[in-house]
């Protein structure tokens, strides 16, 4: 909504966007990102999904309606702007302590301390790309600042990365700053956070945990990396809680996925590198925003009829209010994601089973009644469209969603079988499994082949003597 009022306003035509109560800091601090110091808002009390229409209609007209003549006939310049650092600047000097209290007060920092960014550091970093350190890869939003070489180096160091990560930092903002994954999204209230997912040979050349406490912090590429996306998306998009990130419960920064590349090839299944469209043997980050995820403990059985139904049904029940990026709504953006131990892809795979046969049997079994398909999108995510025939007709959804019409058909949760995205993992030896719930198009899986630069061998020896 502000985004269509500060299109307005720069047009000249004046505007009040209506806000509720627990989203005016948000708007305050998203209207110097989209370059206007204050657009104007109009209070809403409370929440309109608590009230009765009577209680609305009171607000509306005894708050929300006065707001409105308010604003529209009385400027208001009373926002701050931020504070902003100069990209070679130094803010602070002194010791370890008073860095980390001034990073802290300032809101630079997650509340656990960091690496001081010294110039020092930073040109260790540096040295470990090619790129020019001002070159920009994006420009974020909400605040519209620039991604560059330098402040992706800057918020490296901050997290406790070594400088031999500083490819894998630069792809991963480079996939951050992609519109197609939606960074803009990031403070939404369902509070997903970004799980990052490598393929290549980096994983071994970095030492990326990859099998046993997979997604469990205690391996410093796998940790350090993770904390350095939420670190960046604070500085440099700029989402600060009680502000821009409205996240009612927080899922925190996500350790990263590193997959099983030997055991994929060894049964013939690709990976999530190749399945964005780059080659086997490419070192990729793929970085996709998921709302949360549950373990699947003991998926038993030597056969795919035995094994897959535990996992389809865990699919089903995560990705629940969800189902709204399946529609019309969401453009059938949604991508649910479950990670299985190795030794669960070789049983099925053993059994003849591709990765596409895996997601063709879970579409076929990840499925509801298409009656609380419609419930779900009408009563609880209150939809303005949730009829699933006439979004077919309309031709917004594909046809599978209409079939025979019986309110107790079944209806999938995704478009196609491809759409559910499946990764190796963890201990090779446990027959468990993990279920993302996916954010749809605010957090898209996106994925960015790893530039690494021509000395990295010789970087990579250097770093292995200082490690």
């Not at 440099?236 to 502000?243: D, T």
């Not at 049983?347 to 003849?352: D, E, P, S, V, W």
């Not at 031709?395 to 209409?402: E, H, N």
């Not at 190796?424 to 960015?448: E, M, S």
Request: aromatic content about 8%.
């Amino acid at each position: 909504m502000l985004r269509a009022s500060a299109a307005c306003e720069i047009a000249g035509f004046p505007t009040t966007s209506l806000t509720c109560e627990g989203f005016v800091r948000q708007a305050a601090a998203t209207s110097i990102g989209l370059g206007l110091r204050n657009i104007p808002i109009a209070l809403v009390p409370g929440h309109v999904g608590t009230k009765s229409a009577e209680e609305l209609r009171r607000d509306i007209l005894e708050v929300t309606l006065p707001d409105v003549i308010r604003t529209l006939t009385h400027a208001d310049d009373s926002i701050d702007q931020p504070l902003e650092v100069g990209e070679r600047e130094i803010v602070v000097r002194g010791s370890f302590t008073e860095v980390n209290r001034y990073f802290y007060r300032h809101g630079f920092t997650d509340g656990l301390p960091i690496v001081p960014p010294t110039r020092a550091a930073l040109e260790r970093f540096l040295r470990c790309t090619e790129r020019d350190a001002s070159e920009v890869l994006g420009v974020m939003l909400p605040d519209k600042r620039a991604a560059t070489v330098w402040n992706v180096a800057v918020n490296g160091v901050m997290a406790g990365c070594r400088p031999e990560y500083m490819p894998v930092l630069i792809a991963i903002v480079e996939a951050m700053a992609d519109p197609r994954y939606g960074v803009e999204h990031s403070g939404n209230t369902p509070g997903a956070d970004t799980l990052i997912i490598l393929n290549g040979p980096i994983v071994k050349q970095l030492d990326f945990n990859y099998t046993q406490g997979a997604l469990r912090d205690g391996f410093m590429p796998n940790t350090s990396i993770g904390r350095f996306f939420r670190l960046y998306l604070r500085n440099v998009p700029g989402f600060h809680l009680h502000q821009t990130d409205k996240a009612t419960f927080g899922n925190t920064w996500r350790v990263v996925l590193a997959e099983n590349d030997d055991v994929l090839e060894e049964i013939g299944w690709p990976t999530i590198g190749e399945e964005m469209g780059f080659a086997r043997g490419d070192n990729v980050v793929t970085i996709s925003r998921f709302t949360g995820g549950g373990s699947l403990s003991s998926v038993t059985g030597s056969t795919p009829e035995q094994l897959l139904p535990y996992l389809a049904d865990s699919i089903e029940r995560f990705n629940n209010w969800q189902i709204t990026f399946t529609t019309s709504h969401g453009r059938g953006t949604l991508r649910p994601l479950a990670v299985i131990t190795p030794i669960l892809a070789r049983t099925l795979a053993r059994a003849g089973c591709s990765k596409l046969d895996v997601q063709r049997f879970l579409f076929e079994r990840v499925r509801r009644p298409a009656w609380d398909f419609e419930r779900q999108l009408r009563d609880w995510n209150i939809r303005g469209k949730w009829n699933l025939a006439e979004d077919v007709e309309a031709g917004l959804i594909p046809k599978v969603f209409l079939g025979s019409g019986d309110p107790d058909r079944l209806v999938p949760i995704v478009w196609k079988p491809e759409d559910l995205m499946i990764a190796v993992g963890g201990d090779p030896l446990r027959n468990n499994a993990y279920v993302f719930a996916h954010n749809g198009f605010l957090g898209f899986p996106t994925g960015k082949k790893i530039s690494l630069p021509k000395r990295w061998d010789e970087l990579l020896a250097e770093a292995k003597k200082h490690a």
